[in-house]
Structure formats: C-alpha cells, structure tokens
C-alpha cells in the first residue's frame, strides 16, 4: 500500500476555508532573506537549521503585525483581561500549529517545494518546549490555544525554564534521565523584553513603621520576560504567554575587587539564577524543596507587578498610570490558578494591596477573592503542597504573617457558622498542627478564590465530597466542573490530516472551531464506503508509525496487528502494571498453544517516570524486559509485540495518537482527575478500553457505553472495597492465569540475569497495593477478550470508530473556555475575525 507523505495530506486538505494572505513568491522572498542576510551572511553555506530558522522567521514575519495589532486592540477597547497562571506549558513544537493557526500552510508547503526544501525534514529539526511533565502542563498549552481562538484577552504567564522535562533514555531496560537543552539553539519565537524586568524580593524580615508593615533587608532577584506568541484559528488574534527569566542583580559590590573575591562574586550570580534553570519533573508528587517555593513565588510575584502595570495604564506602551483606585479592579482582571503552584498569587496580590497600594484590609482581601479562581487537578493525598511554616517564614515572611491572619479571621468565620466544632476548624485551617506546621496551600486557595473548579464532573463531585467537604458546606457557590478539552487543531487538523480531509468533505471545515459539528458524521458510521475511507487513513498512520519504530528501535511491527497504547506518565494510579500483566497473559495462552487463533496484538507504552520515583521506574524497567522475552520468543512471532517507546514528548504523541486502535484509561476508579490523552486518542478514532474514572464517564455518556469497553469497579465499589478492607491474595488464589503471572514476575522469568529484580513489584501487588490492580484483573482480561474478537469484524470495529469521532467534539478546549470564561471569569468569548495587518481596522 502506497502512503502518502504528511505534506502531501496537507496540501490536499491546506486548511479548507482559508486563503493564504501572501502569495508564494512573497513568501519565497522573505525566506531567502532570512537565509542571505539574518542568518548566513558570514557563512557562504546554509546548515539544514539555518534553513529551518529562516523558515521559522518567515512565519513569524506573519505573527508579528498581527500580534502588535492585537495587543493595541486590547488597549483600545481595555476589555477584561484573563491571566492564566501556571508552572507548566507543554508546548510542543510551534511551526506547523502557527503555520495552520494563521492559514498560510499551503502557502508555504508550496514555496518551500519550489525551492527544493522538504518542509518536513526542517520541522523535524524543531525542538519541543518541554516546559510541563504531563497532562497539566499541556493543558494549559490547549487553553491557550482556545483563549485565542475564542478572541478573550488572555496572557499565560509561567517560567522560561533552561532545561525542560527531562529526555528519558532507555538503557539496559531502564530510564535514564538526561537534561532538556531545548534552547542550545535558540529559540525563534520568543522576544525578551528587557524594559519590563521586574524586582522579585526573597528573605528579610518585616517591620512595623507608622505607614505599617513593610518587608526590608530582602535579596532580590530580576524577573526578566520573554514573550511567546499565540495564534487563534484564523481570526488574526495573537495573544502573548510571557515567560519569566532569573536574573542575578546588575551591581556588583566593589569590595570584591579589592578582596580578590571577583570570581565568587560572580559565581554567585548563578544562585539567583538558578531559580528559572530546570523545571522539577515530580509530578504528581509533593517535595518542600526551597527552591521550588522560590520557583512558584517568583513567577508570581513577577506576574502580579505586571497585572497591576497593566491595569494603572491604558494607552498602548504607555506607563503613566490612569487608574489609581483599585475598585474596578474585578472588573478588569480574572486569574486563574492551574493547580496550587501558583497559590502564593493570593498573599502576594494582598501583600500588594495593603502595603505598596495602601488598600484597607477588608477591601483589599475582597478584590483577592473576587479576582482570583482555583483549578483543582488531583485528589491524591502525596500531591497536595503542604509548605513547612519555618520554610515560609525564612523565605517569605511577610506571606506567612498575611497567610496567618487570613487563617485567623476565616476560623472566626467558621466558628461563627459552627460554633464549638474544633474537628472542623482543625480540617479548615490553612495551617496544619499535625507534626510540623505546615500551610495547606488548597486550603488557602479555596479561602482566596470566588470559583473553585475540578477538570471532570466525577473528579468535581469527589472533590466536594472527600476533601473539600467542608468548604463545599460553608460556600456550595463556589464549586464549579470544567470538564477539561483539547485543541481540535492541534490533535486533528495539524497531526491528522487524512481524517481531517474525510471530516471537511463530509461536514465542511466548521468542526475546526465548533468541534461539536462532528456529530453530522454519525449519519455515516454504518455506511461501508466511509468506514473504508476511515479505516484507510487509520492503515495509512499505522504504516507510518511502524517505520518509525523500525528506524529508532530495530523492532519491525505487524502494521495489520491492533495497535494498543498506553500514553501517560507512569505511575501506581494509571496502572500500567495491570497492562503488563494483560500482556503476560497473552503470552501465556500463545505459550500454552501457538497454533491457538489469537488477534495479532502490539502493545505501546509510553510515559517518563519520576527521577526519584522508584517504583515507577521498576514498572519501565518490567515493561521492557517482559518485552524482551516476548518479541524474541519464536512461538510468538508477530502475534504479540510490547514496546516501550523511550522519551515521550508532544511532537512524538502527533504521531501516536492517530495510528492508535486501542486508548489504555485503566487508572483505579476515583484517582485520575480527568485525562485529556483518552481525548486526543478519541477524536483521532481509537477505541477506549478504560474505568469509569476522570473523563472517561462522560466520553461513554457522549459515545454510548456499547461504543467503548468498560470494565471495572466503580468509584463506589472502590470505595466499598477499601472500607471493608483490600485483600489481594483473594484474587490472586482464584485466578490460575493472575496467579502465573505475579509467579513469573517474582521469580525472575522475565529477569533471569538476575532473578530478584522484580520481587519488589510482586510484593507490591500483594501486599501494598493503594490501587488493587488485582481486583480489577479479571474484569480486564474479560474487556480485553471481548476488544480482540470485536477487532475481528472490521464493520462492527469502524461503526465504532466513527461513532467515537462523531462524540468527541464535547471535549474540545474551545468548549472548556468558553464555559470558564462566562461562569467564572465574566467575559463572553467572540468568534469574530480581527482585520487583518493589511486591512484597514
């Protein structure tokens, strides 16, 4: 079979709807300029990234008129502003989205060819930003996307980091970690912008004068900014995610000249600086490091002072202030804290307020709340922040005074409501007694925030059950759902574009922004011709997923067997345990009879785990040499293949998620808030086999329960279970094929250099086990049989397949948006088109 190349697809497709602003002449001019005179002119011969710069510089050419224009917009009207605030953005490479966003793909693709370039080799050459360890970081690259789309002014506000999430190697079967140097090279679309470097404070001490407390003696470090440009989908809006940067103090103390300390004095400066170096890849996992408080203090201090700028001036580029009250300040700013990262975002706006702005208390605690929102994104109790008192008070000691005063006064609030319950203002304090003292940062943003959101109607309801009862009693307002999405054009139209073109010529280009018109398709999910055209493209991005594996592992894969993936980072909770011991099984029965019929099956797992998280990496290390054993086994031959993919990243899940038959969503009912890779692979047409857990109870509500593989306990059962107590030797005993498999694990079957290495794991499963894998074993091995004899009637497989695509568009990002922007930020988001730089406004 014949596969066309991506760049083919996308000159069939070139957007549909959008015409290309300049011609290919035009664009073939300014990328030979960019070669000739920015990039080469003391070079007589051009690298292939000097070619990808003047192609990323060409581009951005585009962005720029369209970004001051849309910013002068904003002055102009001085509508209310959304800032995002988040640790993390999982980018990903920038070209092909900002080529799609601005329309001038097919434009390009075009004058590229003419030149004799291969657009694709030079995206190739495009680093990922890296700056998120997983689902929260790329959400809020998906957000911003939106943000645009739907014209709100928004600015994403979050930290340059030098090295990113870590490049994961696999050596000898186990992760090994190496820095993300994703700017060795630069990076072309960012723009620093020196003139707004920004004082950030750490330390002193705080005294009392007569115009009242003031924070003095501090060290200070400067926020530098880097701006990034975002495009919204063809509507010429550019918004801005501003980056900041650790800069050291410009002085020096000329006493080291004198004492020969020179050289210390400068080696110093890295200390501050140190603070924007690396992005910490614990997720899902609490450590107090100081350096991470600093981390999360700095983006916010640094993003406060520029909110506030912002809202005293009005004129574009001016810094004269014209507001000097700060009553209307509700009214023209929203923030939004994604997770308690940015939590320090409320002492710090009401540090400010009271004593740099001379706000009374009262006053200035109410614009607080009424300006800031929480989004909370996992129950797990190893999660939530938990700052030590001491640390805060060293680091941050007028926070710390603001933090008790704000606990003093809300605990006289909730004894006013439940008079004499000391349980309940013990599990409502902001401060935490038990062992050392320690601030409950999701406490404190719940008090600080008007709105309180989780990402998944399951996930909203736990939280108002479990552990934010309390506060879900005194304030049932706050607490909201914003069910979280994905960006259409990014995990569709950009990494899909043989589906895409299917789509556009059944229903037109709409779904592209209104992602909910993809329902039009299910008038079709029964009709062969189209199920052959789907099925189709899914052979075409599977044949082209095998090549790649072949060329970066060795291992050549059955492009007619199931492709099964499991994409997400490891951890206990998504149990990629349960998958490995789904894959045993299957090599068990083929073991027991080769000549058995058996659907040719290659399972995918893919993920980073922790640095310091050893059981995860036990579970990368057991993945790898199960599939070892199973892909050199000569019984098996193409029936069964595992493969861990090493260093997962978003340029490679553009390629992952359309060539999927198969999403592993297994996490134990009741534990993943949400999940937005079970989206991206049900918009690009696999099928989920999965829990009644985070999104997937309403990716069933939309796509019909017959139209996925549900298995397991519910959140009730879970809950059932662990009351009456989680003992795994009772499914261990009653399953021959369960009890084999933990016996080979145990036994160093699958390690017989060295039989104990995954003891540990067994053991695990046994006896310590939080997520009872084992209790949910046999319901799984019965999905995963019925998944394996559906896969054999390719009608059946397809009407399923495009019901799923036709049930997807509930969980677009442009969908998550607009709900915040109207139930929670107060803005309305508009669908109408900016002019264009050459137009007349």
């Known amino acids: 079979m014949s596969v066309q190349t991506d760049s083919e697809k996308r000159k069939q497709i070139s957007v549909r709807g959008i015409v290309a602003v300049e011609n290919v002449t035009e664009v073939k001019k300014a990328f030979n300029r960019h070669v000739h005179y920015t990039l080469v002119k003391d070079r007589n011969v051009a690298t292939p990234r000097d070619y990808y710069f003047a192609l990323a510089h060409t581009v951005r050419d585009h962005l720029v008129s369209r ?40 434009t390009v693709d075009e004058a590229l060819y003419q030149l004799g370039l291969d657009i694709e080799e030079l995206e190739e050459l495009e680093e990922d930003a890296g700056l998120g360890n997983g689902g929260l970081g790329r959400l809020a690259a998906c957000f911003l996307d939106s943000m645009a789309t739907l014209g ?105 000249f004198n ?39 700095f983006m916010c201090a640094a993003t406060l002072q520029d909110i506030i700028r912002r809202y005293k001036a009005s004129k574009f580029g001016c810094r004269d202030a014209v507001r000097t009250t700060f009553e209307s300040l509700p009214e023209k700013v929203a923030i939004q804290l994604n997770d308690t990262h940015p939590a320090l975002a409320i002492p710090e706006l009401l540090r400010i307020l009271l004593d740099i702005e001379n706000v009374p208390y009262d006053e200035a605690w109410n614009l607080v709340v009424k300006c800031c929102a929480y989004t909370n994104h996992t129950v797990l109790p190893e999660a939530l922040e938990r700052w030590p008192c001491s640390m805060l008070e060293n680091v941050l000691p007028r926070h710390m005074q603001l933090i008790y005063h704000i606990n003093f006064l809300h605990l006289q609030e909730v004894q006013k409501r439940w008079p004499g319950d000391m349980d309940r203002m013990r599990r409502m304090s902001l401060i935490e007694e038990e062992g050392e003292k320690r601030v409950n940062m999701a406490n404190l943003c719940v008090v600080g925030s008007h709105a309180v959101n989780g990402v998944a109607a399951i996930h909203s309801d736990i939280l108002k059950k479990t552990i ?9 307002e706050k607490f909201q759902n914003k069910t979280n999405g994905i960006t259409p054009r990014r995990w569709l139209l950009l990494c899909n574009p043989g589906l895409s073109d299917l789509n556009c010529d059944k229903i037109g280009d709409e779904w592209t922004v209104h992602l909910e018109k993809l329902q039009q398709l299910k008038r079709w999910a029964k009709d062969p011709a189209f199920q052959r055209a789907v099925m189709k493209v899914k052979q075409e991005n599977k044949l082209r997923l095998a090549a790649l594996i072949e ?17 997400k980072r490891i951890h206990e909770y998504k149990r990629q345990l349960l998958n490995i011991l789904h894959v045993i099984t299957l090599y068990n029965r083929i073991k027991r009879d080769p000549q058995a019929a058996i659907t040719p099956r290659t399972v995918m797992i893919r993920g980073k785990a922790a640095p310091g998280f050893y059981i995860a990496k036990q579970m990368i290390a057991l ?72 999104a997937n109870v309403e990716m069933a509500e939309e796509a019909g329960e ?29 399953s021959p094929e369960l009890r084999q498999c933990i016996e080979q694990i145990r036994s ?72 915040y922007a109207r139930e929670i930020w107060g803005v309305e988001p508009s669908w109408e088109k900016l002019p264009a730089p050459h137009e007349s406004a």
């Not at 330390?203 to 003095?216: M, S």
């Not at 400066?269 to 981390?295: C, H, M, T, W």
């Not at 060329?551 to 994409?567: E, H, W």
């Not at 004899?789 to 969980?811: C, D, H, T």
């Open 551 to 567: 060329r970066d592992t060795g291992i050549k894969i059955n492009p007619a067997s199931m492709f099964d993936l499991q994409v």
């Open 152 to 256: 709100l002014a928004a600015y994403g506000y979050g930290i340059r980091y030098e090295y990113g999430i870590f490049a994961q190697k696999i050596e000898n079967g186990e992760q090994q970690e190496e820095p993300d140097d994703w700017l060795r090279y630069g990076n072309p679309w960012e723009k620093a912008r020196p003139e707004f470097m920004l004082p950030v404070n750490f330390y002193g001490r705080v005294v009392d004068t007569p115009q009242g407390k003031k924070w003095v003696d501090t060290q200070v470090v400067f926020a530098m900014p880097y701006d990034n440009p975002i495009p919204g989908y063809n509507n010429n809006v550019v918004n801005t995610l501003r980056l900041w940067s650790a800069k050291s103090p410009i002085d020096f103390n000329l006493k080291f």
């Open 706 to 734: 017959n139209n996925m593989f549900i298995f397991g306990m519910r959140v009730d059962d879970v809950e059932a279970l662990q009351k009456r107590g989680y003992n795994a030797y009772e499914y261990y005993e009653r």
């Open 623 to 694: 993945a790898c040499a199960v599939g070892n054993t199973v892909n050199n086994d000569p019984d098996v031959g193409d029936k069964l293949k595992l493969i861990f993919l090493e260093n997962y990243r978003v340029s490679l899940a553009e390629r992952i998620m359309p060539a999927a038959d198969l999403s592993e969503q297994i996490s134990t009912a009741g534990t993943e808030a949400s999940g937005t890779g079970n989206m991206k692979f049900m918009l690009n047409g696999a099928l989920t086999i999965g829990t009644m857990d985070g």
């Open 67 to 106: 970004w001051i224009r849309t910013q002068q917009y904003y002055y102009e009207k001085d509508p209310k502003r959304v800032y995002y605030l988040s640790l993390e953005y999982y980018m990903g490479r920038s070209l092909q989205n900002t080529m799609i966003n601005l329309g001038i793909q097919g």
């Open 468 to 476: 934010f009862r309390d506060f879900f009693e005194m304030w049932p």
């Open 259 to 297: 004492s020969g300390d020179y050289i210390q004095a400068v080696l110093d400066r890295n200390v501050a600086e140190n603070i924007s170096r690396v992005l910490y890849p614990n997720d899902n996992f609490f450590e107090g490091k100081e350096l991470r408080l600093r981390q999360e203090y």
């Open 748 to 819: 160093g079957f699958f390690s017989p250099e060295a039989p104990g290495k995954f003891a540990h794991l067994a053991d695990v499963l046994l006896h310590h086990d939080r997520f009872l894998h084992l209790a949910d074993y046999d319901a799984y091995i019965q999905a995963q049989d019925k998944v394996a004899a559906v896969y054999q009637n390719p009608a059946k497989w397809a009407e399923m397949v495009i019901e799923n695509i036709a049930s997807s568009g509930k969980f677009s990002s442009d969908r998550t948006i607009a709900e």
